[in-house]
């Protein structure tokens, strides 16, 4: 039962953005930028984001040799292209809007370690660079010729860096939504776990949990920020959910001789320096199959494999033990492109990030603020 305050002031809104993630956030953010006198609300169904906005790896980046190598096996250039710029502009606009300091971001250059397996990706490279060239109009990828102050093991036979990426504090980021949130009076209500939604009827239905009843709210426009968990409420997209491990080590003594974002295996590993610990994550490319879970649990198959690759050729000398480990649930498709349109009147959808949030989370909330903006 809802009191006569509560229904006066808290029910009804003209925006109600479901997904307290990055493209939740942003969204809320740019259409009260563009809409000052509109009521807004973001409901979250976790106390901190559900997915993946608060535990990924704050890698600033946009495509590896390989990945991007990959990619081209089942898209077109033109296609690789623009999703490529869409990273790229992405990252720029949230520094641009946030600015370094308050992410965090470091232009510490993106590297990707090359074995036997993928050093024939080499003969690419001038290719993938002058395909890259009408975006960034310099050489995007480079050959390091020395690779022994990595102190890698003997298997890494090279090493490419991307000077245009860096990395980023995801808290940082995250507060930073926070903040501007606060300050263009959205509200935010965390624990609020949606039902159901009334497309037609434009209500929000959220469990209760002092109540019997789901509290229903109105809106004028909805938009649905949800990603892997999309299907739950409006099912029949292409969206597949594909979870991410994400573990750090225990304070290492000796000196890391690490600076910049690492990639190996097409993309699927990542790692980097964080303070005196090394971040290492993904690997879900071993049990495709198994990752397809909204389930926060640890994969043993994948936990082997990275600590293997941690143990045998980031860190070839060192025993080095895990102190953190946790998960974060990202969402995939048939292709790589984020599904950004309008469901019916009114009622939008910003999901299927493709597990590049960071980059294309902004751009995502930005396309659909457009589109409700529209109709």
């Known amino acids: ?64 040799l390989t990945e991007i190598l990959d990619d081209l096996n089942h898209m077109s250039e033109p296609e690789v292209l623009q999703l490529v710029s869409k990273r790229y502009r992405g990252l720029l606009s949230i520094r641009d809007f946030f600015g370094d300091e308050n992410l965090g971001y470091l232009p510490s250059f993106g590297l990707e370690l090359l074995t036997e397996n993928e050093i024939k990706a080499l003969e690419s490279l001038d290719t993938i660079n002058q395909l890259l060239a009408p975006i960034f109009h310099e050489l995007v990828f480079e050959q390091i010729e020395d690779v022994k102050p990595f102190g890698f093991s003997a298997k890494v036979k090279a090493v490419i860096k991307n000077k245009f ?64 968990f ?36 097409k993309g699927y590993v990542y790692f980097r320096k964080v303070e005196d610990r090394i971040l290492l994550g993904g690997g879900r490319n071993i049990d495709f199959e198994g990752e397809r879970t909204v389930l926060m649990e640890s994969n043993p198959k994948i936990r082997e494999y990275l600590i293997h690759i941690l143990n045998n050729i980031i860190l070839p000398e060192n025993d080095t033990e895990i102190d953190f480990e946790w998960t974060g649930i990202m969402a995939f498709g048939k292709n790589k492109k984020p599904i ?36």
């Open 165 to 228: 990426e860096g990395e980023l504090d995801s808290g940082k980021f995250l507060n930073s939504l926070w903040k501007k949130c606060l300050e263009l009076d959205i509200k935010i209500l965390t624990g609020s776990k949606v039902s159901r939604i009334d497309l037609d009827g434009k209500m929000v239905f959220v469990q209760n949990p002092t109540d019997k009843e789901d509290i229903c709210f109105h809106a004028a426009k909805i938009a649905v920020c949800t990603n892997a």
């Open 230 to 265: 999309t299907n739950l409420l409006l099912p029949g997209l292409d969206i597949q959910p594909g979870r991410g491990l994400v573990m750090v080590t225990k304070p290492i003594s000796k000196p890391i001789p690490l600076s910049g974002t690492f990639h190996y295996d």
């Open 1 to 64: 039962m809802l009191s006569y305050w509560e229904k006066k002031h808290f029910v009804d809104h003209d925006l109600i953005v479901i997904g307290g993630g990055i493209v939740g956030l942003s969204t809320s953010i740019q259409y009260k930028i563009r809409f000052p006198h509109a009521k807004v609300m973001i409901l979250e169904r976790g106390i901190f984001p559900s997915g993946a906005s608060s535990k990924n790896a704050g890698f600033a980046c946009f495509g590896s």
């Open 340 to 375: 950004v349109e309008i469901v019916r009147p009114n009622v939008g959808i910003a999901v299927r990030l493709g597990g590049m949030g960071v980059a294309i989370g902004w751009q995502a909330a930005e396309e659909l603020v457009n589109l409700l903006a529209e109709v």
